[in-house]
């Protein structure tokens, strides 16, 4: 039996962890975090400091020279990066899920090229599934991977690729069957930036987080070696989405982090800002609506924490947790956020205060990674099958 005071309760561990990133976020990401957004250029301040303390891609097995992080110590670097800045969190985020395909299905001789340079902070890696014809719709993908030899030959054009053109490193999904099963006739590969035939669009001209470069990636005839290929032929589109089971509890976290920001910023405002001649916190009509706020956020939290440790396990009932985790903490944040900028007032709306910014940052998280009718789609499909 479990002793009964560590029932239920994140470890001492995971909690120095918090503490550890906490502060790093405080002193090293949260200055830049509102340059990064107005300015749309990449956080490489953040980049470097999560890297100093091997927080840039925590979740990189041990035997690849990482740091061996769980799931749920992912999620926790994750959230209290986002907590500072949504952008920054990304780097962390998109590493685990442009290396999660290697790492669930790659050979070990993949793994063991590509996972140390993440490892040590060399090289970022991508995740290149969506395309401007197939979003929620995967399998209609149009690129293409074609045999010739030893080697592929890739064509076509991924879409709202994270961090693209900072990234070394792409997993690519392509139809390398193109007579073959709808969904099961699509392979993953990774494909390097340096390879010739890959260039990049131009950065989308996005809502929030905006430090993170979301781009076009253009495949033309990019030849690559067989052994690119992750997995099997065909499974591709499998590998795909089962990666996106254990992220997607990520963007659980990184939506907890931004909502857990936006109520810090309210909070400490309640306490000043004085009308009536009483400070605001002192209105019944804020307290509810902090409680509201707090209650909200910390139901997202636990879902997030529960979900992060099914994913650690590989848990058969990952993929109902998953999205019930990134729906329910994307919405959350997205009523958190909105409800700290009203609690600010006129100030809220201006780009004097972060909550502006964490309100038009929280919308992406009930966007990417499937949106929220995909994540119930999945939800339901979970339940009927039982
Ligand atoms: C900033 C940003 C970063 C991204 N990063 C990446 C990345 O790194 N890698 C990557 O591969 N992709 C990435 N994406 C793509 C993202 O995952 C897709 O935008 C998302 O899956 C939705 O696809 P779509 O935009 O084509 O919307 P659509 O699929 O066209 O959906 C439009 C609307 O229709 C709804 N809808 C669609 N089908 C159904 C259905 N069956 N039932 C009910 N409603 C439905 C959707 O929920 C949505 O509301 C990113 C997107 C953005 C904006």
Known sequence: MTDDFDLFRISPDHEALRDAVRTLARDKIAVHAAEVDET???????????????????????QYGGAGADALATCIVIEE?????????????????????????????????????????????SYALSEREAGS????????????????????TKTWITNAGESEYYTVLAVSDPDGRRGANVSAFVVERSDE??????????????????REVHLANVRI?????????????????????????????????IAQGALDVALAYVKERKQFG???????????????????????????????????????????????AKAQASDAAMRITTDAVQLLGG????RDFPVERMMRD?????IYEGTNQVQRIVMARSLLAR
């Open 347 to 350: 100030a809220g709306y201006t």
């Open 137 to 156: 719709d995967t399998a209609s993908m149009r690129t293409r991977a074609r045999a010739d030899g030893d080697e592929w030959i890739l064509n076509g």
């Open 197 to 214: 035939g890959v260039s990049f669009g131009a950065k989308e001209r996005k809502l929030g987080v905006k430090g993170s470069p979301t």
């Open 362 to 366: 929280a919308k992406i998280t009930q």
């Open 278 to 324: 009483k400070h605001i916190a002192e209105f019944q009509g804020v307290q509810f609506m902090l409680a509201d706020m707090a209650m909200a956020l910390e139901a997202a939290r636990q879902l997030v924490y529960v979900a992060a440790a099914k994913s650690q396990r590989d848990d058969p009932d990952l993929p109902f947790f998953g999205a019930a």
């Open 40 to 62: 749309e250029s990449f956080p490489h301040d953040a980049y470097s400091a999560l890297r100093a303390s091997d927080f840039h891609a925590p979740h990189v097995p041990e």
């Open 81 to 125: 990066v986002a907590r500072a800045c949504a952008s920054s969190s990304l780097i962390p985020a998109v590493n685990k899920l442009g290396t999660m395909p290697l790492i669930l299905a790659g050979s070990e001789e993949l793994r063991r090229r590509y996972l140390p340079p993440v490892a040590t902070g060399e090289a970022m890696f």
């Open 225 to 257: 070696p067989g052994d690119r290929i992750v997995g099997e032929p065909g499974e591709g589109l499998r590998i795909a989405l089962r990666t996106l089971d254990h992220t997607r509890v990520t963007i659980g976290a990184q939506a907890v982090g």
